[in-house]
């Protein structure tokens, strides 16, 4: 291998990791801040410049242009400035994440890029263990959603980094892994959005999940019983994961939201959110309210993305959002080429679970989806193009053809 090729390999694994990592620790704890994440991404957007002087703009990536333009206009409208302000710093990060992680995966070495965002996840969530103490301990304030969705983001890289290479054995073993934790969350749409995604992705690609599981079997079983073995020596992890369970097994009424007496989101709260929502939607069906505005009008989000936008931006705002989601979705329905059906469906398990989600929370500037969105539309145009030969893709330290960075 020339000493070029191993340079420009070495820096799409270096970016990969250090992205995957700087977005995942600013998530939890008091790591979390919008400017700091935002620098992060200017400074890694910058690298990846040197490297390749272009970006590719995806079809993805203009939608969301829209969207944050959209936002912005609505200021004009918009009763509570100070509210509005304080969310757009994450809508703005969110592009920034669309449009480096969408070029790291049109520009660089997909081995080594998918290897790199791989290794930077395993290296946040090994930090976030051993700074929080998760699953072992459970932190005070601990933000159950956050962190379930933080292990869905890392399932969602092993996932695709292992179909991509031929991997079996390390993504069912980290696989297990991720749903033991998932569950341990207690996180109900996050644990539900994700077996529904299984099971439909299933049915979808029917014979290949068929295949892989009889393939696998052994496999499964002797990881499971290790898992359950681990899991059972740990009376605190046992409970949390039993927990878990049972909060997933009634998760269809608790998601449907009453108000209890220890507090937690009930059926009327939910309800109520929903019907003063929509209410105020019907007053200004197309533009919205304006940024923020449920938040400043109920003193909380409705805790639904469509609920959040239809009453915040309108029609128009809530329909560029899931252009996002549906534009992946043609994506997957125009590609054909059977080489790449394992990371086709593996793409639909966590389309398929973020859009059930999103039903019960606000995902419109979670730095999760926006790696979801960009890494998927980035490698069904690569995958597709290579299994057509209609666009020669080459290793790290060149630059794929032109016609191929189209939206």
Excluded at 97 to 124: K, N, P, Q, V
Aim: proline residues 3%; contains cysteine.
């Amino acid at each position: 291998m020339r000493s070029s090729q191993a340079i420009g390999l070495s820096c799409s694994f270096l970016l990969g990791a250090a992205a995957v990592f700087a977005v995942t620790i600013n998530v939890f704890g008091d790591l979390s801040h919008p400017t700091r994440i935002t620098v992060e991404l200017l400074a890694l957007i910058g690298l990846q410049a040197l490297r390749h002087l272009r970006f590719w703009v995806s079809r993805e990536l203009l939608l969301n242009f829209a969207f944050l333009g959209y936002a912005l206009l609505t200021l004009a409208w918009t009763d509570d400035i100070n509210a509005a302000v304080a969310t757009l710093p994450a809508m703005f990060n969110f592009i920034l994440e669309l449009l480096f992680f969408s070029s790291l995966i049109a520009y660089h070495d997909l081995r080594a890029t998918l290897g790199g965002m791989f290794a930077g996840f395993l290296a946040a969530a090994a930090f976030y263990t051993l700074t929080e103490g998760f699953p072992f301990t459970y932190p005070e304030d601990f933000s159950y959603n956050t962190i379930a969705g933080m292990y869905l983001s890392g399932l969602f890289i092993t996932m695709v980094n292992g179909a991509y290479r031929g991997w079996r054995l390390v993504p069912l073993a980290l696989g297990a892994v991720f749903l033991t934790l998932i569950a341990a969350t207690t996180s109900i749409k996050t644990n539900l959005g994700v077996w529904m995604g299984i099971f439909v992705s299933g049915m979808l690609y029917f014979r290949l999940s068929f295949r892989s599981a009889i393939r696998t079997l052994i496999v499964l079983a002797l990881l499971g019983t290790g898992m359950a073995y681990y899991v059972a020596s740990n009376p605190a992890l046992t409970e949390r994961v039993q927990s878990g369970f049972a909060r997933v097994s009634s998760g269809i009424a608790v998601l449907t939201n009453r108000e209890n007496d220890t507090g937690s989101t009930g059926l009327g709260t939910r309800q109520g959110w929903q019907k003063e929502g929509l209410k105020g939607w019907a007053a200004t069906p197309v533009f919205g309210h304006g940024v923020e505005a449920f938040r400043s009008d109920f003193g909380i989000t409705s805790h639904s993305t469509p609920i959040d936008l239809l009453y915040n931006a309108g029609m128009i705002g809530c329909g560029l959002f899931y252009a996002m989601l549906a534009s992946i979705a043609w994506r997957l329905m125009q590609s054909r080429n059977r080489a790449w059906r394992s990371v086709r469906a593996r793409i639909s398990v966590c389309l398929i679970a973020y859009s059930f989600m999103s039903l019960s929370g606000i995902l419109y500037y979670d730095p999760f989806v926006a790696i979801f969105i960009s890494v998927s539309s980035g490698l069904l145009l690569r995958l597709e193009h290579a299994g057509q030969q209609s666009v020669r893709w080459v290793g790290a330290g060149r630059e794929p053809d032109g016609p191929a960075l189209r939206t």
